[in-house]
């Protein structure tokens, strides 16, 4: 499968960003959606993630309460909405796949992800 991740850009501390993560090969239902953040110098970490029909989804303690996932089968698209972004949410976003029965901030359990996307938050 292929991932392509979109959406990501310039804002300023407080406003919002949704950024897409789009399959090819198969559908998005397929699989079991996590999308991973990874600043400069820093080790890449979880952000968030969504089973394959979006009926339960997982955010890590420092986006709970203001990103939100959703998916879209009929686009093949899982959507990442960030609201009420800080500068501490600047990082290259990446989606990735999984088929494991359960929720993972493991990415190496992660079997295929996109090429990231940026965002960048100004204060």
């Known amino acids: 499968v292929q991932l392509q991740a979109s959406g990501g850009g310039l804002v300023q501390a407080g406003e919002s960003l949704r950024l897409s993560c789009t399959t090819s090969?198969?559908?998005?239902?397929?699989?079991?959606v996590g999308w991973f953040r990874q600043a400069p110098g820093k080790e890449r970490e979880f952000v968030a993630a969504t089973t394959n029909t979006g009926s339960s989804t997982f955010f890590a303690d420092s986006v709970k309460g203001r990103f939100t996932l959703s998916t879209d089968s009929a686009a093949n698209a899982v959507y990442l909405e960030m609201n009420n972004l800080t500068p501490e949410d600047t990082a290259v976003y990446y989606c990735?796949?999984?088929?494991?029965?359960?929720?993972?901030?493991?990415?190496?359990?992660?079997?295929?992800w996109g090429q990231g996307t940026q965002v960048t938050v100004s204060s």
């Open positions: 090969g198969l559908a998005v239902t397929t699989y079991r």
């Open positions: 990735a796949v999984h088929k494991n029965p359960f929720h993972t901030v493991q990415p190496g359990l992660y079997i295929s």
